[in-house]
């Protein structure tokens, strides 16, 4: 009847905010983000259940990748499976590196490779940098010729992985400043 079916939608509507809590919940426990990548305990997703290990995983996805939608049910199915035989990946614009006690979610370098935005717009979807913004000057992404100019990224602790796909300001070829990867010159760059 109408009514049942009233009643069945409203107890869907309750369980699924009660495992939008409890995966938000999980995702304070078991992750944190690093420059711009989401770092996940591997022992700890190990130890949630499918559902919360599906929603905690899309979710890392979107945010690194900026997607407004998840990717299909059976690419996560895949990417769990990889994961659970410590096995690196990429999907949805972002590399997965499975590691013997975290797992880290960085954007992949081939989904930022073109692109280029003005200084003064967000870059990637999710990056605003402020500093001297000046006519000529691009953001690009760090990429490895870039990293080799920023003698001290070591000691910011960030991944070179992170740092690879962090938003750098450009002057044509001629770097300008790299803030994430200890080159601030001015600029900052935040999410």
Same mark, same amino acid.
């Given at each position: 009847?109408?009514?049942?079916?009233?009643?069945?939608?409203?107890?869907?509507?309750?369980?699924?905010?009660?495992?939008?809590?409890?995966?938000?919940?999980?995702?304070?426990?078991?992750?944190?983000?690093?420059?711009?990548?989401?770092?996940?305990?591997?022992?700890?997703? /190990?130890? %949630? !259940?499918?559902?919360?290990? =599906?929603?905690?995983?899309?979710?890392?996805?979107?945010?690194? *990748?900026? $997607?407004?939608?998840?990717?299909?049910?059976?690419?996560?199915?895949?990417?769990?499976?990889?994961?659970?035989?410590?096995?690196?990946?990429?999907?949805?614009?972002?590399?997965?590196?499975?590691?013997?006690?975290?797992?880290?979610?960085?954007?992949?370098?081939?989904?930022?490779?073109?692109?280029?935005?003005?200084?003064?717009?967000?870059?990637?979807?999710?990056?605003?940098?402020?500093?001297?913004?000046?006519?000529?000057?691009?953001? /690009?992404? %760090? !990429?490895?010729?870039?990293? =080799?100019?920023?003698?001290?990224?070591?000691?910011?602790?960030? *991944?070179? $992985?992170?740092?690879?796909?962090?938003?750098?300001?450009?002057?044509?070829?001629?770097?300008?400043?790299?803030?994430?990867?200890?080159?601030?010159?001015?600029?900052?760059?935040?999410?």
């Amino acid at each position: 009847t109408v009514d049942k079916l009233a009643d069945v939608t409203v107890n869907l509507a309750i369980a699924q905010g009660a495992l939008r809590e409890a995966a938000a919940k999980a995702a304070e426990e078991v992750l944190r983000t690093d420059a711009g990548e989401v770092v996940i305990d591997r022992a700890g997703l /190990r130890q %949630l !259940g499918p559902e919360l290990t =599906r929603r905690i995983l899309i979710a890392a996805l979107r945010w690194v *990748s900026s $997607a407004p939608y998840a990717p299909r049910a059976a690419q996560v199915m895949r990417l769990v499976h990889a994961i659970q035989l410590g096995r690196h990946a990429t999907l949805w614009g972002c590399r997965i590196r499975v590691g013997d006690s975290e797992i880290r979610i960085s954007r992949e370098p081939k989904a930022v490779a073109e692109l280029e935005t003005p200084t003064d717009t967000t870059w990637d979807g999710r990056w605003r940098l402020s500093g001297p913004h000046g006519p000529g000057l691009r953001v /690009r992404a %760090l !990429g490895a010729d870039g990293l =080799r100019q920023c003698e001290n990224w070591r000691e910011t602790g960030h *991944s070179r $992985a992170a740092l690879l796909v962090s938003p750098a300001i450009w002057r044509n070829e001629t770097l300008i400043s790299a803030p994430l990867a200890g080159s601030g010159a001015g600029w900052t760059a935040e999410i």
